[in-house]
């Protein structure tokens, strides 16, 4: 008997630190087991006796990529408590800051930390001395998001002009009317490199995902929307810890999700918000991903850097309509009182389903605080996704193996640190006819 053993003590191009280790017997595939080692951080319990009005600043601190997801969150649950639904114009505002977010994350993952891996070059610097224009269109895409979250939120990291009723201050007109030309630039940017990434060679792998993702009756949804499944699941934010439940995995210090009704894994993200939403995109994205050959429904999960890509476009052109409508809502935010009650409330992440839910009391403190980020939700999905990719590929060499499954789990764009609440890979092939 050969035992063989690959390691690989940092995951480049993900967010967050954790380990793989992965038994082979043979032709068969024993145990594949995605460790997250990183130490949890508790932001829920920080939360527990603080005001609820703090709650959007200190949720923002979770994640420096995504805050604004944690803000959207965060606020719409606690209105939620207090009985507080915001007029139109303070939502469209807040769907104006997330379109930043989306852009600038999609297009950090898509070209900064997946387009290396189907390039066969090891970073973005290498991408940039082989198509330097490429980079300079990425970089220039993403500011363009950065200056949308600094126009609405305050500043691009960790913005702070949000709270909960609305915001501290609504921009000026001339402030959103200014995002307006490089809005429309991106635009085309964006449909370029869509165009530019269906020419990319993607593995031929698809697994018959249960999508999970918002629905929204009339729109593509990012704030707003009711929780709906593949499988026929349709339910309200308030019920989501009816359906949905995590454990605690001894491997790890993020918590993994599943259903309750038979203990299944699910998908939430850019390929599930895809497939259950197709036809909320305006016509005009629609035709571009079928261009970009895309069907409405993508089950191949390599191909989430083409669904990205769609949705930066979306986004772009999204922003760039709630911009030209501008005018500043009047005022800025509305009253929410504290009250004994519980709220909860699910929002799109760029990486898919964003939970909160809080309990306050009437002396406006916060009783108990719940975050259900994607990527712990995501977790049993990205073992399944492996076990089935290296099946597949047996005959790989160790190396190239090794490769396939980084790239398998940068496909999910995974923030580690959010879950904890990657990669040391470790390949034991046993038994006769090991590679």
Same mark, same amino acid.
């Given at each position: 008997?050969?035992?063989?053993?690959?390691?690989?003590?940092?995951?480049?191009? %993900?967010?967050?630190?954790?380990?793989?280790?992965?038994?082979?017997?043979?032709?068969? %595939?024993?145990?594949?087991?995605?460790?997250?080692?990183?130490?949890?951080?508790?932001?829920?319990?920080?939360? *527990?006796?603080?005001?609820?009005?703090?709650?959007?600043?200190?949720?923002?601190?979770?994640?420096?990529?995504?805050?604004? =997801?944690?803000?959207?969150?965060?606020?719409?649950?606690?209105?939620?408590?207090?009985?507080?639904?915001?007029?139109?114009?303070?939502?469209?505002?807040?769907?104006?800051?997330?379109?930043?977010?989306?852009?600038?994350?999609?297009?950090?993952?898509?070209?900064?930390?997946?387009?290396?891996?189907?390039?066969?070059?090891?970073?973005?610097?290498?991408?940039?001395?082989?198509?330097?224009?490429?980079?300079?269109? !990425?970089?220039?895409?993403?500011?363009?998001?950065?200056?949308?979250?600094?126009?609405?939120?305050?500043?691009? %990291?960790?913005?702070?002009?949000?709270?909960?009723?609305?915001?501290?201050?609504?921009?000026?007109?001339?402030?959103?009317?200014?995002?307006?030309?490089?809005?429309? +630039?991106?635009?085309?940017?964006?449909?370029?490199? /869509?165009? +530019?990434?269906?020419?990319?060679?993607?593995?031929?792998?698809?697994?018959?995902?249960?999508?999970?993702?918002?629905?929204?009756?009339?729109?593509?949804?990012?704030?707003?929307?009711?929780?709906?499944?593949?499988?026929?699941?349709?339910?309200?934010?308030?019920?989501?810890?009816?359906?949905?439940?995590?454990?605690?995995?001894?491997?790890?210090?993020?918590?993994? &999700?599943?259903?309750?009704?038979?203990?299944?894994?699910? /998908?939430?993200?850019?390929?599930?918000?895809?497939?259950?939403?197709?036809?909320?995109?305006?016509?005009?994205?629609?035709?571009?991903?079928?261009?970009?050959?895309?069907? !409405?429904?993508? *089950?191949?999960?390599?191909?989430?850097?083409?669904?990205?890509?769609?949705?930066?476009?979306?986004?772009?052109?999204? =922003?760039?309509?709630?911009?030209?409508?501008?005018?500043?809502?009047?005022?800025?935010?509305?009253?929410?009182?504290?009250?004994?009650?519980?709220?909860?409330?699910?929002?799109?992440?760029?990486?898919?389903?964003?939970?909160? *839910?809080?309990?306050?009391?009437?002396? &406006?403190?916060?009783?108990?605080?719940? $975050? %259900?980020?994607?990527? &712990?939700?995501?977790?049993?999905? $990205?073992?399944?996704?492996?076990?089935?990719? $290296?099946?597949?590929?047996?005959?790989?060499?160790?190396?190239?193996?090794?490769? *396939?499954?980084?790239?398998?789990?940068?496909?999910?764009?995974?923030?580690?640190?959010?879950?904890?609440?990657?990669?040391?890979?470790?390949?034991?092939?046993?038994?006769?006819?090991?590679?």
């Amino acid at each position: 008997m050969t035992k063989r053993t690959i390691k690989v003590d940092y995951l480049a191009r %993900v967010e967050g630190e954790g380990a793989l280790h992965v038994r082979i017997a043979g032709d068969r %595939v024993e145990h594949v087991e995605l460790n997250i080692f990183e130490p949890p951080r508790y932001f829920e319990a920080l939360l *527990r006796g603080r005001d609820f009005r703090e709650a959007p600043d200190i949720t923002a601190r979770i994640c420096g990529i995504c805050p604004v =997801a944690y803000q959207m969150s965060a606020v719409h649950a606690m209105e939620a408590a207090c009985g507080v639904t915001l007029p139109t114009p303070l939502q469209d505002l807040r769907r104006l800051l997330y379109c930043g977010e989306w852009i600038q994350s999609h297009v950090l993952h898509a070209f900064m930390l997946h387009a290396p891996d189907f390039l066969g070059l090891a970073s973005v610097v290498e991408i940039a001395k082989r198509e330097p224009a490429l980079v300079q269109q !990425a970089l220039r895409m993403k500011k363009a998001g950065n200056a949308i979250i600094a126009a609405v939120g305050g500043r691009e %990291v960790h913005p702070i002009n949000v709270k909960v009723g609305g915001f501290y201050r609504a921009p000026r007109r001339d402030e959103i009317a200014g995002l307006r030309d490089e809005l429309a +630039w991106g635009r085309d940017a964006a449909a370029a490199a /869509l165009q +530019w990434a269906a020419g990319l060679d993607y593995p031929d792998f698809e697994r018959d995902y249960q999508f999970v993702a918002l629905r929204h009756a009339a729109e593509y949804p990012m704030n707003a929307g009711r929780i709906v499944s593949s499988r026929g699941l349709d339910i309200g934010a308030a019920a989501y810890e009816q359906h949905f439940a995590e454990t605690h995995e001894p491997q790890s210090t993020a918590l993994h &999700s599943h259903l309750i009704a038979d203990g299944s894994a699910y /998908l939430v993200g850019p390929l599930a918000r895809y497939a259950l939403n197709f036809d909320r995109l305006p016509a005009e994205v629609q035709a571009a991903a079928k261009a970009a050959g895309l069907g !409405a429904v993508c *089950r191949n999960p390599y191909q989430s850097l083409l669904v990205r890509l769609v949705e930066v476009l979306f986004a772009f052109g999204e =922003a760039l309509r709630l911009a030209e409508a501008y005018a500043p809502p009047e005022p800025a935010s509305v009253e929410v009182a504290p009250q004994d009650g519980s709220g909860c409330w699910a929002t799109e992440a760029p990486r898919g389903l964003l939970y909160h *839910r809080y309990a306050i009391g009437g002396d &406006s403190l916060i009783r108990q605080a719940k $975050i %259900v980020p994607p990527t &712990s939700q995501n977790q049993p999905s $990205i073992e399944a996704d492996l076990r089935g990719v $290296i099946e597949a590929n047996l005959d790989m060499t160790d190396d190239t193996l090794r490769h *396939r499954c980084e790239q398998t789990i940068r496909n999910y764009d995974p923030c580690i640190s959010c879950a904890t609440h990657f990669l040391t890979l470790t390949l034991d092939r046993q038994g006769e006819g090991a590679a």
